[in-house]
């Protein structure tokens, strides 16, 4: 190889962060950083094409009002807020056939708090395209789709990242924002913790006779819980758990089987029913990185923490994991720190590890004790949930916990 071609493909480009990871955390993290006017490269795997799908694929997030709030505060929520199915109320019911229409449980109601929905239910398709064109909009953020980053190296000067075509990317901080198999952790030796839980998730989306009227629900059945979110219009999002060899038995159904078998879950309140979009299957895993950050390397997201979607909390717990680390390098910029020292990367680390263990611990329990049949064990539910019923201020304290707004918030996340 000549030499002029060869500086070409080695060529350094320098960068406050490097973030490997294009799906929803990485590219938050950039605008979050773009805001305190650092400079960032966002290296995506996928090409940019799959991240620009218009269609409906049957994918949604339901989005905590703290969530919410950092979507405003990066600018995104003015697109996204006509696309947004507030959610004024969760009902929790320890799962029979038809409990979601009669309904005995937990209920709560954003009424109950000062601070409007406890969350927002928001299609794959619009969050992505508002991030692809703030991405985009952006002076400070490169965008490198269809790209894999192949090596990373720390130094006393910094990081870089070697991606396959042998270009190498220069920065302070490298951030792995690529999900459970996160090749940055790895090659920063970060081992992890964690199980199967021997499910499988089933999502799909249903448009349905009935109005949902912003309605929640959780129900809790014996093979594992199923989630029912409101969409706008009369539609909801199905985020169903069976054991794994039920689950591909059921994925394996055409669409009028599948509806067949899902139908008779939660009764006939939301009359009848179809699909709308495609369906989905996830591996249900407990997984946890042992170090969320090592030598100028910070981990957020999947690549930090997988655990049950039974709170439904998987990306307002990376959307966190994001505010916080955006929270601690902002600050050590403005007190003249190194954004990737090892003091600032503690202080992430400190912060979001012991609310990630928190969640996934009670996310853990509450899939263990709630996915049987066992009659004590029902029992002892219902009348905790009973209990919880009966006192306000408990109540209340679940709902603003269920709102993402309990603890040490980032500032991306205050009102």
């Not at 071609?5 to 350094?12: D, E, F, G, K, W």
């Not at 000067?157 to 951030?175: E, F, Y």
């Not at 680390?349 to 263990?357: E, S």
């Amino acid at each position: 190889m000549d030499n002029p071609v060869r500086a070409s493909i080695l060529r350094l480009m320098k960068y406050d962060l490097i973030i490997i990871g294009g799906g929803l955390n990485g590219p938050a993290l950039a605008l979050a950083a773009a805001q305190a006017g650092l400079r960032s490269c966002v290296v995506d795997a996928l090409p940019l094409n799959s991240r620009k799908a218009e269609g409906f694929d049957g994918r949604s997030y339901a989005l905590a009002r703290s969530s919410q709030r950092m979507l405003e505060r990066l600018g995104l929520w003015s697109e996204l807020d006509a696309h947004a199915q507030p959610m004024n109320q969760i009902k929790v019911s320890d799962g029979r056939v038809g409990d979601a229409g009669v309904f005995l449980g937990l209920h709560f109601d954003s009424a109950e708090i000062e601070d409007g929905p406890m969350g927002f239910m928001v299609e794959d398709r619009y969050i992505r395209r508002a991030l692809l064109e703030a991405l985009a909009g952006s002076e400070l953020i490169d965008h490198r789709s269809e790209t894999l980053a192949t090596g990373q190296a720390i130094d006393t000067s910094g990081a870089s990242v070697t991606l396959a075509d042998g270009t190498v990317l220069q920065g302070r901080l490298i951030v792995g924002a690529d999900g459970q198999r996160s090749g940055v952790a790895r090659r920063a030796g970060i081992r992890r913790m964690g199980w199967s839980y021997g499910q499988t998730a089933l999502v799909c989306a249903i448009a349905h006779e009935q109005p949902h009227d912003g309605v929640a629900h959780q129900l809790f059945l014996p093979a594992g819980p199923l989630a029912i979110l409101p969409l706008t219009g009369n539609r909801s999002s199905i985020v169903w758990s069976e054991t794994d060899s039920r689950a591909k038995a059921i994925n394996a159904l055409p669409d009028p089987e599948y509806l067949q078998v899902l139908r008779p879950r939660f009764g006939d309140f939301l009359g009848e029913i179809s699909l709308e979009g495609a369906r989905f299957t996830y591996p249900l895993t407990l997984s946890l990185a042992h170090d969320f950050v090592s030598d100028r390397v910070a981990l957020v997201g999947d690549a930090a923490h997988r655990m049950h979607p039974i709170a439904g909390q998987g990306l307002n717990a990376g959307l966190r994991d994001v505010a916080a680390l955006a929270h601690v390098i902002i600050h050590a910029v403005r007190r003249g720190e190194d954004i990737a020292g090892p003091g600032v990367l503690d202080r992430y680390a400190q912060w979001r590890r012991f609310d990630t263990a928190s969640l996934a611990a009670s996310t853990d329990l509450f899939n263990r004790l709630f996915s049987n049949d066992n009659p004590l064990l029902r029992l002892g539910r219902d009348i905790g949930m009973a209990a919880i019923n009966a006192a306000p201020g408990l109540r209340r304290g679940f709902i603003r916990e269920a709102a993402g707004l309990t603890g040490d918030l980032p500032d991306l996340m205050r009102a």
